[in-house]
T-cell receptor, first 116, second 111 residues
Framework: DAGVIQSPRHEVTEMGQEVTLRCKPI?????LFWYRQTMMRGLELLIY????????DSGMPEDRFSAKMPNASFSTLKIQPSEPRDSAVYFC??????????????FGEGSWLTVV | GQNIDQPTEMTATEGAIVQINCTYQ??????LFWYQQHAGEAPTFLSY????GLEEKGRFSSFLSRSKGYSYRLLKELQMKDSASYLC????????????FGRGTQLTVWP
């Protein structure tokens, strides 16, 4: 079974441009999470979805960030306009509804974003 | 902050034993995770403790004390390939993927 798939793996963009990161969770997983990792702040949750519905977006840093999950197999994280401080690795993760063991949370390979 | 703390860096030599500590403060605690992360890669799951005590698996073990808000990851017979960042994280509530991470402990194993 394929794992969590993210694209692009690497993106370099200019300040002010729109950035769209994509994620395909593992089939059958009801929860999808977007995390951001920086040297200064470590790994932080931005937003998560349950059955395609956003549950908690309190980690989204500001209005420039938005996330959608139009169906069970696809989610996007959009930054518009991007700023240099948005440079980070963005991870998508998913887990099934009946997660009772910690070994059921799966991370994608990450999208490395550099805003210049 | 996320109320979880771990040392920034540790070093050790091959064959040695190292203990990476993690302290946290939260309500609604639902388990303590350890992840390993190599540079440029995604975190990979190592262990999950929800009850107090020590869980051992080969060269590795993880300990949890809920009353003290304390966990550690113990690595024995260290190998060069154990060099990585070790992240502890706790879960709150019933959503296990909703994790609060420490900033990671960068472990360097020297020959």
């Amino acid at each position: 079974d394929a794992g969590v798939i993210q694209s692009p793996r690497h993106e370099v963009t200019e300040m002010g441009q729109e950035v769209t990161l994509r994620c395909k969770p593992i089939s059958g997983h009801d929860y999808l999470f977007w995390y951001r990792q920086t040297m200064m702040r470590g790994l932080e949750l931005l937003i998560y979805f349950n059955n395609n519905v956003p549950i908690d977006d309190s980690g989204m840093p500001e209005d420039r960030f938005s996330a959608k999950m139009p169906n069970a197999s696809f989610s996007t994280l959009k930054i518009q306009p991007s700023e240099p401080r948005d440079s980070a690795v963005y991870f998508c993760a998913s887990n099934p509804r009946d997660a009772s063991s910690g070994n059921t949370i799966y991370f994608g390979e990450g999208s490395w974003l550099t805003v210049v | 902050g996320q109320n979880i703390d771990q040392p920034t860096e540790m070093t050790a030599t091959e064959g040695a034993i190292v203990q990476i500590n993690c302290t946290y403060q939260t309500s609604g605690f639902n388990g303590l995770f350890w992840y390993q992360q190599h540079a440029g890669e995604a975190p990979t799951f190592l262990s999950y403790n929800v009850l107090d005590g020590l869980e051992e698996k080969g060269r590795f073990s993880s300990f949890l004390s809920r009353s003290k808000g304390y966990s550690y990851r113990l690595l024995k017979e260290l190998q060069m390939k154990d060099s990585a960042s070790y992240l502890c994280a706790y879960a709150r509530g019933s959503t296990l993927g909703r994790l609060y991470f420490g900033r990671g402990t960068q472990l360097t194993v020297w020959p």
